[in-house]
């Protein structure tokens, strides 16, 4: 049965919750005043482009730099981190800020978000028990979907309520109440790692222990094939004009897939133990790349969407897929592990987007769709016929070998 303690019991956990939702709240809503502020000042739908992309360049450096999280106590970089990105907000605020000194102190803020995510994710299996920190690392994949279909909304209200300089103080300001939740409910923690290595030299020890491992290599493979279930995010534009849809649908289609995954991975904790999650995991990511594989029927938005939601739930996959990472990987060396695996996401989120749109400038979109799925659905499958060359451990999923738990 699933756990029946709440991850909510537990007061650091509460604090470290409230603080990443303030966060994700915080960056969706700068995402969106910036843009605002760009377009305003510029009218260049390129230059408002640029100005979005650069909130998502700085996850390339992010191995390098996330080791910090393992070398120094991880609560005190949490509260830095914030600190500084409530303090650089402000300053982006600032009446007649030039455009150019806004740009580089965009990238000033985004380019601690590897660290900090990563100091944050490898920080959690140290405030739960072992038996309660899956449910918690569920919470926060729901967090994160639900802050991603609900925050451009808010933040779109709160710009049109407030202005954009005004909503970039308000974003200042979540920063500065998770860096005092943080402080005050967290308790302080010894650096997990004492070495003298330099900072390159960590990093090839944290890349070799990840990419040695048949496990870890396994789980890595899981953690990139979302690379192909943004694709549809990507089009939504194109395959809702394709589609002779409004606005609105375009919003209702980049909605779907995070709902979805919100609904799967909601049912997940509610209704499965860890153990069945591990069973399920490849499964669900074969189910995941169907949905979207259908959509070479062509059918019409309402159907579309329905196929978009069932893709998100079968995204649910991840929770079962982080907390196996995550425990898998030494305490001392989490944090540039969890970065290298976020940073190839990210990355390949990126070029897929990338490469969905050139192909979608000759092709349908939802002949990219389709075949994005199709391609998922082909590698989630070889994957469960090939057994990982560790353990034969107990079989799961149809006779898929995956000995993923300590």
């Given at each position: ?230 694709v549809p995010e990507g ?33 997940l904790v509610r209704r ?135």
């Open positions: 049965m699933p756990s029946t303690v709440s991850p909510f019991c537990y007061r650091e956990f509460r604090a470290l919750w409230l603080a990443r939702a303030l966060s994700l709240l915080g960056d969706q809503l700068a995402r969106v005043a910036i843009a605002v502020l760009v377009y305003q000042r510029t009218d260049s739908a390129a230059l408002t482009g640029l100005a979005y992309a650069l909130t998502f360049l700085p996850y390339l450096a992010g191995p390098l730099f996330a080791g910090t999280a393992d070398r120094r106590p991880r609560r005190s970089v949490l509260v830095a981190l914030d600190l500084g990105r409530a303090a650089g907000v402000a300053v982006m605020a600032l009446p007649g800020m030039p455009l150019p000194a806004m740009g580089v102190l965009l990238v000033a803020v985004t380019l601690v978000s590897p660290l900090y995510d990563a100091a944050r994710s490898a920080m959690l299996p140290e405030l739960l028990p072992a038996d309660t920190y899956p449910t918690g690392l569920a919470i926060f994949t729901i967090t994160t979907e639900a802050a991603q279909v609900l925050g451009f909304a808010l933040g779109g209200v709160l710009v049109a309520t407030l202005g954009a300089r005004l909503a970039l103080s308000l974003d200042a300001l979540t920063f500065l109440v998770a860096a005092l939740t943080v402080m005050t409910a967290v308790k302080h923690r010894a650096a997990a790692l004492e070495t003298t290595e330099s900072r390159g030299a960590q990093l090839r020890t944290s890349a070799a222990l990840v990419f040695r491992s048949p496990t870890l290599r396994r789980l890595l493979s899981l953690a990139w094939l979302n690379s192909l279930w943004v089009l939504a534009a194109p395959y809702a004009a394709d589609l002779h849809a409004s606005a609105a649908g375009v919003g209702l289609l980049l909605a779907s897939i995070p709902f979805g995954c919100v609904v799967g991975a909601w049912v499965t133990t860890h153990e069945q999650r591990m069973r399920l995991m490849l499964p669900l990511a074969i189910c995941t790349g169907l949905p979207l594989a259908a959509c070479a029927l062509q059918p019409g938005l309402p159907v579309t969407l329905l196929l978009w939601a069932l893709c998100g739930v079968g995204t649910a996959y991840n929770v079962a897929a982080n907390t196996a990472f995550v425990r898998e990987v030494p305490n001392e060396r989490r944090s540039q592990a969890i970065a290298l695996a976020t940073t190839g996401m990210v990355t390949g989120q990126g070029l897929a987007i990338l490469l969905g749109g050139v192909i979608a400038s000759v092709a349908p979109p939802w002949a990219v769709v389709a075949v994005a799925g199709g391609l998922g659905v082909l590698i989630a499958t070889a994957m469960a016929v090939i057994q990982p060359a560790r353990s034969r451990g107990p079989d799961l999923a149809g006779g898929v070998v995956v000995a993923l738990d300590r």
